[in-house]
C-alpha cells in the first residue's frame, strides 16, 4: 500500500468543510447515467495540469473488504488495489473507500500536476452521498464509518484544490467496451484484495447495506 494511504483511511475523521465551500451538482436524465461534480479551491490557470481519470470498485464481505483502482492521465497509468481499513462495515463504505484511494492515489502519483479527477463508480449511493449538501442525522448515526470517509474525500478535494466529477457506470455488464472492462477489471482485483485481506472484527455476521453497488 502507498505510503501514507493506510493512515489516512485509519486516521481520524476530517471536519468537513464549511458550508458554501463545497460546490456540487447533480443531474441523472435516465438510470444509465449519473453524473455529478464537486469543486475544491478556485484552479490555478496552467497548461501543464491534467484530469485523470480513475475507475474505482469494491469487493465485501462479513470477513473483510477490498478496494481497487485503475487510473490514467496524459502521462501514464496506475492500477492499485487494497484492504478497506477496520471501520468498514457495509458494501457502501468499502465503495467510498476504494473513491477515496482513488483520488489519493492520483494525487500522491503526479502531484501538483493533478487538475482534477474523474471518478467512475457502479455505487450510486455513493455518488449522492458525496453530493448531498445535507445528511440526515439518522443516516449519520447509522453509517459513522460512511460519513468518515465521506468527510475524507471531501476534504481531500478542498486541501488540493482539485475539481471531482462522478460518473455511475453500470456495474456487471456484458459486452466489451472500455467502460465494461475496466469495471470488471476493478471488480476482480477488489475481489482478490479482499481475499487477501486480514479478518475484520468489526464487520457484522450479516451486513446490511445501503441501497445497491
Known amino acids: 500500500m502507498v505510503d501514507g494511504l493506510g493512515s489516512l483511511l485509519r486516521g481520524a475523521a476530517w471536519p468537513l468543510p464549511r458550508r458554501g465551500l463545497i460546490v456540487a451538482r447533480l443531474t441523472r436524465p435516465s438510470m444509465r447515467f449519473m453524473h455529478a461534480e464537486v469543486s475544491g479551491r478556485p484552479l490555478t490557470s496552467s497548461t501543464s495540469r491534467f484530469w485523470v481519470t480513475c475507475y474505482t470498485d469494491a469487493s465485501f464481505s462479513h470477513s473483510g473488504a477490498g478496494w481497487a483502482v485503475w487510473g490514467r492521465c496524459a ?107 475496466l469495471n470488471r477489471a476493478c471488480d476482480e482485483l477488489a475481489a482478490q484484495a479482499r481475499r487477501a485481506a486480514p479478518v475484520n472484527p468489526m464487520a457484522r455476521r450479516r451486513p446490511r447495506r445501503q441501497g445497491r453497488c
Open 75 to 181: 502521462e501514464g497509468r496506475l492500477v492499485r488495489r487494497g484492504a478497506c481499513p477496520g471501520y468498514v462495515k457495509s458494501s457502501l463504505e468499502a465503495e467510498l473507500a476504494a473513491v477515496f484511494a482513488g483520488i489519493f492515489l492520483s494525487c500522491h502519483t503526479w502531484g501538483e500536476r493533478v487538475r482534477g479527477v474523474v471518478v467512475r463508480t457502479d455505487c450510486q449511493p455513493a455518488i449522492h452521498l458525496l453530493t448531498t449538501d445535507d445528511v440526515r442525522p439518522r443516516t449519520q448515526k447509522r453509517w459513522p464509518g460512511a460519513m468518515r470517509l465521506r468527510a475524507k474525500i471531501l476534504g481531500l478535494v478542498k486541501e488540493r484544490g482539485i475539481g471531482l466529477e462522478l460518473r455511475w457506470v453500470m456495474g456487471h455488464q456484458a459486452g466489451n467496451s472500455v467502460q465494461a472492462y
